[in-house]
């Protein structure tokens, strides 16, 4: 129901928005930039941690930055960003988001996270450096927590890669974060 409704939204969005043929102007960080109709601001994962709601880096191989992971709340709807540093280029990404309550996110029995269960595997865009997921608020409670996992390949060849927070109970190094969404306030 939850993957409906994100795809009824990026349709209504799409058709709301039309085509645009406004440039990206990514090279300055300190600028926003225009993304089928909803404004999302851009950082660089490197310098600037103040300007989003949530802000955790991008963790590969659980010893290297490879970038960030953010959320904004645009209108209605929840922004969670994935973007690299230079030297690192995103692949397949996943995405699990739910009220942190017993059962918010897809486990083995012993505890790790069942990436291929994510609700969420599929983004609004993408690129080599950033993938954008927009979620309705409405999905999802105040108090969240989420999973972010990402495949990169960087400097030291692919690594599998976690926005950073508390770990799993299970046995592997994966991680979550909580956030509580009335900390943010949304620019439209």
Same mark, same amino acid.
């Given at each position: 129901?939850?993957?409906?409704? !994100? +795809?009824? %939204? =990026?349709?209504?969005?799409?058709?709301? &928005?039309?085509?645009? @043929? $406004?440039?990206? #102007?990514?090279?300055?960080?300190?600028?926003?930039?225009?993304?089928?109709?909803?404004?999302?601001?851009?950082?660089?994962?490197?310098?600037?941690?103040?300007?989003?709601?949530?802000?955790?880096?991008?963790?590969?191989?659980?010893?290297?930055?490879?970038?960030?992971? !953010? +959320?904004? %709340? =645009?209108?209605?709807?929840?922004?969670? &960003?994935?973007?690299? @540093? $230079?030297?690192? #280029?995103?692949?397949?990404?996943?995405?699990?988001?739910?009220?942190?309550?017993?059962?918010?996110?897809?486990?083995?029995?012993?505890?790790?996270?069942?990436?291929?269960?994510?609700?969420?595997?599929?983004?609004?865009?993408?690129?080599?450096?950033?993938?954008?997921?927009? +979620?309705?608020?409405?999905?999802?409670?105040?108090?969240?927590?989420?999973?972010?996992?990402?495949?990169? #390949?960087?400097?030291?060849?692919?690594?599998?890669?976690?926005?950073?927070?508390?770990?799993?109970?299970?046995?592997?190094?994966?991680?979550?974060?909580?956030?509580?969404?009335?900390?943010?306030?949304?620019?439209?």
């Amino acid at each position: 129901m939850k993957k409906l409704t !994100t +795809i009824m %939204v =990026v349709l209504l969005l799409t058709v709301l &928005t039309g085509c645009s @043929n $406004e440039q990206i #102007e990514d090279q300055q960080y300190n600028q926003k930039k225009k993304n089928k109709g909803l404004e999302l601001p851009i950082e660089n994962p490197e310098t600037n941690t103040g300007e989003h709601c949530f802000y955790t880096s991008l963790i590969a191989g659980q010893h290297h930055t490879a970038g960030s992971v !953010t +959320i904004d %709340v =645009v209108g209605g709807n929840l922004i969670v &960003t994935y973007t690299t @540093n $230079e030297d690192w #280029e995103l692949g397949t990404t996943h995405l699990s988001i739910g009220v942190c309550e017993d059962g918010w996110v897809p486990t083995t029995g012993s505890g790790n996270p069942q990436i291929g269960h994510f609700e969420f595997t599929e983004p609004y865009s993408e690129g080599p450096h950033e993938v954008v997921y927009i +979620i309705p608020i409405t999905d999802i409670g105040d108090n969240y927590c989420f999973a972010a996992h990402a495949e990169v #390949e960087g400097p030291t060849g692919g690594e599998t890669a976690w926005a950073e927070g508390s770990e799993f109970s299970g046995n592997s190094w994966a991680m979550y974060s909580e956030f509580n969404l009335s900390s943010c306030n949304s620019p439209s």
